[in-house]
């Protein structure tokens, strides 16, 4: 499966998020979004699941448009993992993940039993079955991310888009969900994940997509794209890229001198705010 | 667990029928309950001996026990899928103007003399404040809870207030009509306002209880465009659904508050929100609600009580406990 993004922009009202996008993704890949707050991550995973849909360019899967797909057969291809979903009433955990059938529905028809075994199989794929009979309120938000991310293996995309699966979790989970998201790909799908954390990117992820104020500035191999260079001028500030002695791993560090952090300008941020616009809406 | 859950389910059938029987056994003139069979088999075979309660319990008990019944049902079962689609507990046609808009449409066909307009205006209005509702509130695409609940209480007002407009230009014979009818009450009913706003009414609940899983769906927010619905489209096909049977159930009894709110809430607190039960749990104790509640209004005072103001009195209080004790049920 082949998506192509062609010259895609976007913009709230007025404001531009998303300017001249282009990229091709291919099969079982993961691929990190890296990119500042505000840089049109988020907006942009939108307008590839057609939850937002931009005035400007094309996105096609497998040479038909997205926007001529009905929203089923849409669903059918990218499931969608978002970044902030607050539980409005207290259903049961299963009973969400088995919304993720949804697209292989009637209009009119109610999952059957098999429904709820692929649901529960998608449970068991992310380790958290025992949370089938939990009402999903009362869920850490390590465990509401991975009901989210089984709700969209439920669903049996070839493409998982996934905004920030790691935000708010802490360390340990933040791999063990980084990891699941890697099993699944090595099982047959493609994954594009937006990330803060570029050793994340480095541990995971294949390819990486570089993103600074709503255009794409570097998009390769992971290892190729991250460097001290392309890291500078993506976050404006000084890192090192370290290799670690026993691996092949690589780490970025902010960068020191004589071992301290150095002084960043405050006014920077406020600069930053402005040329990328949206700080709270667009991730 | 097994068990209780399988005692909840029959008690949800039954509970309805329940109070239809306690509902057309009580009134002034006391029937006892195993009577029912007795005039049931001579209205059907003729040659009965209880001629004065056959009278009563056809044209009177039995007309607006299935009023009650088909209010209370269409109110909890649209009052819940309105909740579900717009994400927000607090939601219902009371408070999102539906009510108050059809009866304004009520109130001006008879302001105008058009009775035959008596459904299609209350279901316009009804549309037509809704959209209203749904337009002040919107908020970047989406609908805070606040505010959707604020810009519904302004409709109401609205709708309120030309509604008391229309009461001070009519002619004075047809004040005390409209008045009446305003106060929402179910002893006027006869068959023929039955036979009238059933069909839509069934119309607009059965179509609801068919798309259940698309509703549970949308209460999923934004990310159900994901998982293969139209939003926009969807949403309004319901919120069309809905106005359809609550317009013409009002258009019959007037506005009874509160049991769109108290039935979905109260079946949250007993079966909860599993997406297959909710609807049809809320149907069920909307109707049992409203026929113990107009029960009471009919014979437990000496005088007969508007069951709008009746239902008022026990909604408020009991909405509150349901509050205080239902976060759990709110996900709060």
């Given at each position: 499966?082949?998506?192509?993004?062609?010259?895609?922009?976007?913009?709230?009202?007025?404001?531009?998020?998303?300017?001249?996008?282009?990229?091709?993704?291919?099969?079982?890949?993961?691929?990190?979004?890296?990119?500042?707050?505000?840089?049109?991550?988020?907006?942009?995973?939108?307008?590839?699941?057609?939850?937002?849909?931009?005035?400007?360019?094309?996105?096609?899967?497998?040479g038909q448009s997205i926007w001529k797909m009905k929203p089923t057969q849409l669903a059918q291809q990218i499931?969608?993992?978002?970044?902030?979903?607050?539980p409005t009433f207290p259903y049961k955990v299963l009973d969400v993940v088995v919304s993720g059938r949804t697209p292989h529905l009637g209009a009119l028809t109610t999952p059957s039993e098999k429904d709820y075994e692929?649901?529960?199989?998608?449970?068991?794929?992310?380790?958290?079955?025992?949370?089938?009979?939990?009402?999903?309120t009362q869920l850490s938000g390590g465990e509401l991310r991975m009901v989210l991310i089984a709700r969209a293996l439920a669903q049996q995309p070839k493409i998982l888009l996934l905004d920030e699966p790691t935000s708010h979790l802490d360390f340990k989970n933040k791999i063990i969900v980084m990891r699941t998201i890697k099993d699944l790909v090595e099982r047959g799908i493609s994954a594009i994940v937006s990330e803060h954390d570029p050793n994340i990117a480095i541990a995971f992820s294949n390819k990486t997509i570089l993103m600074k104020?709503?255009?794409i500035i570097a998009y390769g191999k992971t290892d190729e794209v991250i460097n001290e260079e392309t890291m500078r001028s993506l976050y404006d500030m000084d890192v090192e890229v370290i290799s670690l002695a026993n691996s092949q791993l690589k780490i970025v560090v902010p960068k020191m001198r004589n071992g301290h952090?150095?002084?960043?300008?405050?006014?920077?941020?406020?600069?930053?705010?402005?040329?990328?616009?949206?700080?709270?809406k667009a991730g | 667990m097994g068990f209780r859950f399988k005692l909840t389910h029959l008690l949800l059938v039954v509970a309805p029928f329940l109070a239809f029987t306690l509902h057309v056994c009580l009134?002034?003139?006391?029937?006892?309950?195993?009577?029912?069979?007795?005039?049931?088999?001579?209205?059907?075979?003729?040659?009965?001996?209880?001629v004065a309660e056959?009278?009563?319990?056809?044209?009177?008990?039995?007309?607006?026990?299935?009023?009650?019944?088909?209010?209370?049902?269409?109110?909890?079962?649209?009052?819940?899928?309105?909740?579900?689609?717009?994400?927000n507990p607090l939601v219902s046609p009371y408070t999102l103007g539906i009510s108050s808009g059809a009866a304004f449409g009520a109130a001006l066909s008879f302001a105008l003399g058009f009775n035959f307009l008596l459904e299609p205006l209350a279901f316009i209005f009804a549309l037509l404040a809704v959209i209203l509702t749904l337009a002040i509130s919107r908020v970047r695409g989406g609908f805070s809870p606040i505010s959707l609940v604020l810009?519904?209480?302004?409709?109401?007002?609205?709708?309120?207030?030309?509604?008391?407009?229309?009461?001070i230009l009519v002619e004075p014979e047809k004040v005390s009509a409209i008045v009446g009818w305003i106060a929402g009450r179910l002893n006027a009913t006869t068959w023929d306002q039955i036979l009238l706003s059933l069909p839509t009414a069934l119309v607009g609940i059965v179509s609801i209880a068919l798309l259940r899983w698309r509703i549970f769906v949308l209460s999923m927010g934004e990310e159900a465009r994901a998982l293969g619905i139209s939003i926009e489209k969807e949403r309004m096909i319901i919120i069309i659904l809905a106005c359809l049977a609550a317009s013409s159930v009002v258009a019959a009894a007037g506005i009874i508050g509160w049991v769109c709110l108290i039935a979905p809430h109260l079946t949250r607190l007993t079966v909860g929100s599993a997406p297959k039960r909710l609807l049809p749990a809320s149907l069920s104790l909307g109707a049992a609600f409203l026929l113990v509640a107009d029960a009471l209004a009919k014979s437990a005072w000496a005088y007969e009580m508007p069951v709008g103001v009746l239902v008022t009195l026990v909604g408020a209080p009991l909405f509150l406990y349901l509050m205080r004790s239902g976060t759990r049920a709110w996900g709060g």
């Open positions: 499966m082949i998506i192509i993004v062609e010259n895609l922009a976007f913009h709230y009202d007025s404001l531009p998020v998303l300017k001249d996008v282009s990229l091709k993704i291919t099969d079982r890949e993961l691929i990190s979004l890296l990119g500042p707050n505000g840089s049109g991550k988020t907006t942009f995973l939108k307008c590839l699941c057609s939850l937002l849909k931009p005035k400007i360019g094309c996105i096609y899967i497998d499931g969608y993992v978002p970044q902030i979903h607050s692929i649901a529960y199989e998608a449970l068991e794929a992310v380790g958290c079955q025992e949370l089938a009979e939990r009402p999903y104020g709503g255009r952090l150095q002084r960043l300008d405050i006014r920077r941020w406020a600069e930053v705010k402005d040329t990328s616009g949206q700080t709270t | 009134g002034k003139y006391p029937l006892s309950p195993t009577l029912i069979p007795v005039l049931l088999v001579g209205k059907l075979f003729g040659g009965s001996e209880h056959q009278l009563v319990f056809f044209n009177i008990r039995m007309p607006r026990a299935v009023m009650a019944a088909l209010f209370g049902a269409t109110m909890g079962i649209t009052g819940a899928a309105l909740q579900s689609i717009l994400k810009a519904g209480l302004i409709v109401t007002s609205l709708f309120q207030g030309i509604l008391t407009l229309v009461q």
